[in-house]
Structures are given as C-alpha cells and as structure tokens.
C-alpha cells in the first residue's frame, strides 16, 4: 500500500485536481483506493462525494478530535471513510473543524497520530492525502506519514523561488521526522508547451537537477467542468486529452 501526498505551499497549483484524478483512475483499475482530505476548504470531499448528496458520517476531524481524549479508545481510522459513488473509492472527508482543532493537537503534540493511524489501516491498494496550502500541522503530519510526496508545480516565477523553498522544507522534516518519505516528482501543471516562459523555466529546472517528471498537465475547460459535474476526467470524459495526460502521469508514478 503506496501513501502519496500532493503538497505544494502555494495556492493554486492543483493538488485537489491532480489526487482526484490519480486516485479515480486507481480505483478505475481496480485498486482499492482511498483520499483523505486535510484541506479545511474540503475541495477533495466535494469533488469525489458531490454537493451533500453523500454526508459523511464521520470526518477527518472527528478522527483527530479523538487523538486529543486518552479516555477513549479511538475507532480504526477505516471508520472515518465514506463510500464514493465511484466503485474502489473511498474518502475521508474534510471538515471545517480541523482549524479549530489545530491549536489544541500542537499544544498535546499529535503530529504523529496521523502516521500512527495509517500505519494500522488494512483494505486499500492505495491512499492519496490532499493537503492545505501551508506547511501547518496538517500538512506535517501528512509528510510524515508518508511514502511519497508529489509536488504540483506551475511555470512562473513566483512559483519557481517558492519551489526552492518548498524542497528545503521537505529535507529538514523528512530528516527529522521521516527519513523513508521521498520526492516522486514535481509535476508541471497548467503547461502551455507553446509560450515560451513555461518551457524555459522547466528546462532550467531540470538543468537544476531538480526531479521533474516528464509528464506534465494542460489547462482545459473540461477539468472545470468535471469539477463542476463532481466526476474526475476517467468518468467523465475518458477519450480526453487531458485524461490521457493523468493516465500517462498515473502509469509513469506507478512504475517508479
């Protein structure tokens, strides 16, 4: 069982989009696949479980709530899934509570909870963790919980100095804290091959040695819509360029 984050700390950059679609072509094939959403904004929830037509009975938030109390015995963190109406997906929903929450798991020290729950999880293929746009307990305990981290990246120059410092970032936890999480690849998403800027920051990074993986993303008015449909692009439109662009992002992840 393969736990993959997306995290990047800036905004924008399609980490909903992109664990959506991967996890959705994974459960497509068979894999029993589960997203956990750590965004207090639950872009993951309502992409994959729609707008209320499945309410979760449990939440992210109810798990981590249940760090906090040493008089309960928390319930296995399968408990916290909800079904998806897709076949082989399961999510664990956002909640707005996590903010909340934050304060009183930094002052009791959980940062390891999270790891320590996915550790015991037994009936997936495959976990996806989406993840706030900073580097806040949410996101720390993701890393650290962690096999693997996927990192979206757009071509400009303000995403470029804070990919510097989003690497650097990575090392220092994963010194401390997971030495076994590696860097899968920094994804190009939103790629324009034809405009030039794009193009010239990707080879420069590259000659940088940074990880980028060949397979980049398009922008499209199909993925908005998928988003607007509540269906990642495999089940909405599976003959789709930017369909084949996820299958070939999911086939070059899955062999590596």
Do not use: W
């Amino acid at each position: 069982m393969i736990k993959r984050v997306v995290f990047n700390q800036k905004g924008g950059v399609g980490k909903t989009t992109i664990v959506c679609n991967l996890a959705a072509i994974a459960a497509s094939r068979g894999l029993r696949t589960l997203v956990i959403d750590l965004d207090t904004q639950g872009n993951s929830t309502q992409y994959l479980l729609g707008n209320g037509a499945t309410k979760p009975d449990r939440t992210v938030a109810d798990f981590f709530e249940a760090t906090l109390s040493f008089s309960l015995q928390a319930p296995p963190f399968v408990s916290y899934a909800t079904n998806s109406p897709f076949d082989n997906l399961d999510v664990v929903a956002a909640d707005p509570r996590l903010e909340e929450l934050t304060v009183k798991l930094e002052a009791k020290q959980k940062i390891y909870k999270f790891r320590d729950a996915l550790k015991k999880l037994k009936g997936y293929d495959a976990i996806f963790i989406d993840t706030p746009p900073a580097l806040n307990f949410y996101a720390r305990s993701a890393l650290i919980a962690a096999d693997r981290v996927l990192i979206p990246f757009d071509c400009d120059e303000f995403s470029r100095q804070a990919l510097y410092t989003l690497m650097d970032n990575i090392d220092e936890l994963r010194a401390d804290h997971n030495e076994d999480l590696s860097v899968e690849g920094i994804v190009v998403n939103q790629f324009q091959p034809r405009s030039r800027m794009p193009a010239r920051v990707v080879e420069e990074l590259k000659a940088e040695g940074r990880p980028l993986l060949d397979q980049t993303l398009s922008s499209s008015v199909r993925v908005k819509e998928s988003h607007e449909q509540h269906k990642p692009m495999i089940y909405l439109d599976a003959s789709h360029r930017v369909t084949k662009e996820y299958i070939a992002l999911f086939d070059a992840i899955s062999a590596s």
